[in-house]
């Protein structure tokens, strides 16, 4: 379990990648931290609305959701070629 979540957390920061800095703050301070951030303390930070705070939180979970799933489906793609490889 342990080298699972561990993997998990490598495939997270790698996924994490494909946003941008904003996105990334914003996906961070909201999602990943104890004691989440509101919205309308990002809507300070950025000078946005707390609505436009919400949509990039929004589109930044779904790139990384997509960005994961690629990543496990290339996993699986590997591995069935490996064990293909060695019949």
């Known amino acids: 379990e342990d080298q699972e979540l561990a993997h998990r957390s490598a495939q997270l920061v790698r996924s994490m990648e494909v946003l941008n800095e904003r996105e990334k703050h914003i996906l961070s301070e909201r999602q990943l931290k104890d004691e989440p ?24 979970f779904e790139k990384l959701q997509k960005a994961m799933h690629a990543a496990t489906q290339r996993e699986q793609e590997s591995e069935r070629a490996a064990t293909s490889g060695r019949a």
């Open 37 to 60: 951030a509101t919205l309308e303390q990002l809507s300070k930070v950025y000078g946005i609305s707390r609505e436009r705070v919400r949509q990039i939180e929004a589109r930044a």
